[in-house]
């Protein structure tokens, strides 16, 4: 029990640092190439890598969609296409400054989980949840304005934000979407949302690139990238995405949500060995969403213990 709660740990910390380390790498990614491509050849290899290893592991059977087509391409959709382009674009129209934005958003998504619960399976939040919800947007405005509240009326800054407010949106629906598939494992979720996900990323840039709205990076610019592309193909590509779902299934979203937490530190650590200037308001910023993150997720666990004492006395009663 103990060597497998360890591993989800270990699976969880790494998909979190590995996600907090991609928006630097792709910062000097986006000096070359377009976002949208940059995602696209990122995870065409990555969807390839998970076809093979599916096969390999479940047969033929485990693509079969048994009358989930429509829900694995939508979380998939939300999760490869949503998240991935648009976290990743948004961070392109601020340039510097989007790095620790975008990490800061991803951070974001436990607090957007709790509101699409309340919102579509009408499960109200407690009020301090509430506080919690509210005081990680305060964090994120600081981040975002960096103490001049002006900048939020500013087009420039104001939507990229709501690009990647969506983003966060989409990933935090693909993580809900992991509860919706019993009986499938990790990697035939992982492989099945990752296929149709990256299709339909691919479907979209093609025909924006037809009709001459996103440029077509030249060989030249993609080869200029290759190092970029294999860190971010191997790690907060390929094994990020396993070890997240697989630390989810060990540990439990309650638990595994708190590691989400390192995304935002693992960014701010390297934008500080890179020799950017950290603001006072980004570090504020980032910890005080990291911690309403962990606030709140001890306020779960205080009311589960509740629940649980309240049912232990009525069937003792």
């Not at 109200?124 to 964090?139: E, Q």
């Not at 500080?272 to 200037?277: A, C």
Request: glycine share 8%; hydrophobic share 55%; net charge positive.
């Amino acid at each position: 029990m103990k060597n497998s709660v360890l591993f989800g740990v270990i699976c969880c910390a790494l998909a979190s640092m590995s996600w907090g380390a991609m928006f630097p790498v792709a910062n000097g990614a986006f000096q070359h190439i377009n976002p949208f491509y940059f995602t696209i050849i990122r995870y065409l290899p990555v969807t390839v890598i998970l076809i093979f290893f599916l096969l390999k592991k479940e047969g033929k059977k485990a693509f079969r969609l048994e009358g989930n087509g429509l829900k694995i391409w939508f979380f998939g959709t939300m999760g490869f296409t949503i998240y991935n382009i648009f976290i990743f674009w948004g961070q392109d129209l601020l340039s510097d400054d989007g790095v620790v934005l975008a990490s800061i958003f991803e951070a974001l998504a436990p607090i957007l989980s709790i509101l699409i619960v309340w919102f579509v399976f009408k499960k109200k939040p407690f009020l301090f949840t509430i506080l919690c919800i509210i005081g990680a947007f305060v964090g994120v405005v600081l981040v975002v304005t960096n103490g001049e509240m002006s900048l939020l009326l500013q087009a420039a800054r104001f939507i990229p934000m709501i690009i990647l407010l969506l983003a966060a949106l989409g990933w935090a629906l693909y993580t809900i979407g992991g509860n919706q598939f019993s009986g499938w494992s990790v990697l035939r979720y992982s492989t099945l949302s990752c296929l149709t996900g990256t299709l339909t990323a691919l479907f979209f840039v093609l025909l924006f690139s037809a009709f001459g709205k996103i440029d077509v990076p030249e060989f030249k610019a993609i080869w200029t990238v290759k190092y970029h592309m294999l860190f971010m193909i191997t790690f907060p590509g390929l094994l990020a995405l396993l070890s997240w779902n697989k630390g989810v299934q060990i540990l439990q979203p309650i638990n595994a949500i708190l590691f989400i937490n390192l995304a935002p530190v693992t960014t701010l650590m390297i934008r500080f060995i890179q020799g950017y200037q950290i603001s006072l308001y980004e570090i504020s910023g980032v910890s005080i969403v990291c911690l309403m993150i962990i606030l709140n997720n001890l306020h779960q666990r205080y009311q589960k213990r509740k629940i649980h004492h309240v049912r232990k006395k009525e069937l003792i009663a």
